[in-house]
T-cell receptor
Framework: GENVEQHPSTLSVQEGDSAVIKCTYS??????FPWYKQELGKGPQLIID?????GEKKDQRIAVTLNKTAKHFSLHITETQPEDSAVYFC????????????FGTGTRLQVTL | DADVTQTPRNRITKTGKRIMLECSQT?????MYWYRQDPGLGLQLIYY???????NKGEISDGYSVSRQAQAKFSLSLESAIPNQTALYFC???????FGPGTRLTVT
C-alpha cells in the first residue's frame, strides 16, 4: 500500500517569512495530492490540491509543487501570518482505485511575531 | 464546517461499553468516511461508504462497525470500547473534501 512521509514535524518561522513542508510517497500509481490545515479543536480543512498531470499550483500565498519522478510534493506558504499557525497534513491517493487517501503524520507550523 | 455535524463532540466512557458516534451532513454527497486521529500518526481510515448500500472497511476497522442509515447519516460504533480507542474521530465527505468538527473520545 501507499506510504506517505512528511517533514518536518514542527516548523517555526517568523511572520513574513516563507514556510516549506515536504512529503514523499511510495506508490507510483498515486495521482492526487491534497493538503489540509487543521486548527486547534477543528477538523482538517482542504486548502489546496494537485493532480499528477500538473507540476505546480498556486492559490494566493499558498503553492504546491509535485515531482513525480522523485515521488515528492511540497507545500509552500509565502508571507506567513500568525493565522497560518496550525497543523498541516499532506495526503496521497490513486483515484483510479477506491480513492482512499493515505495521510502524512502532520507538521505543526508556528508563525511567530 | 457546519454542513457536517458530529455528535457527541466529547465523550468519556468506560472499558467494555458500547458507544455510537454519529455524523450527519446537509451537502447531499454520497461518499462518507470515518477517520481516527492519534497524536503523531496522522489520520487513519476506519470505514467508508460510497452510497447507502455500500460499506467498506478501511485500514483499521477491527473493533469498529458502521451503519449508513440514509444518504445524510453515517454512524460509527465501538461494540466494546477499550482504552486504546481513545482518540479524535472525524467524519468526512466527498473524497475527503469536507471534514466534520470531530469527536474526542476517551475510554477509561
Amino acid at each position: 500500500g501507499e506510504n506517505v512521509e512528511q517533514h518536518p514535524s514542527t516548523l517555526s518561522v517568523q511572520e513574513g517569512d516563507s514556510a516549506v513542508i515536504k512529503c514523499t510517497y511510495s506508490d507510483s500509481a498515486s495521482n492526487y495530492f491534497p493538503w489540509y490545515k487543521q486548527e486547534l479543536g477543528k477538523g482538517p480543512q482542504l486548502i489546496i490540491d494537485i493532480r499528477s498531470n500538473v507540476g505546480e499550483k498556486k492559490d494566493q500565498r499558498i503553492a504546491v509543487t509535485l515531482n513525480k519522478t522523485a515521488k515528492h510534493f511540497s507545500l509552500h506558504i509565502t508571507e506567513t501570518q500568525p493565522e497560518d499557525s496550525a497543523v498541516y497534513f499532506c495526503a496521497a491517493s490513486d483515484t483510479g482505485t477506491a480513492s482512499k487517501l493515505t495521510f502524512g503524520t502532520g507538521t505543526r507550523l508556528q508563525v511567530t511575531l | 464546517d457546519a454542513d457536517v455535524t458530529q455528535t457527541p463532540r466529547n465523550r468519556i466512557t468506560k472499558t467494555g461499553k458500547r458507544i455510537m458516534l454519529e455524523c450527519s451532513q446537509t451537502k447531499g454527497h454520497d461518499r462518507m468516511y470515518w477517520y481516527r486521529q492519534d497524536p503523531g500518526l496522522g489520520l487513519q481510515l476506519i470505514y467508508y461508504s460510497f452510497d447507502v448500500k455500500d460499506i467498506n472497511k478501511g485500514e483499521i476497522s477491527d473493533g469498529y462497525s458502521v451503519s449508513r442509515q440514509a444518504q445524510a447519516k453515517f454512524s460509527l460504533s465501538l461494540e466494546s470500547a477499550i482504552p486504546n480507542q481513545t482518540a479524535l474521530y472525524f467524519c468526512a465527505l466527498h473524497y475527503e473534501q469536507y471534514f466534520g468538527p470531530g469527536t474526542r473520545l476517551t475510554v477509561t
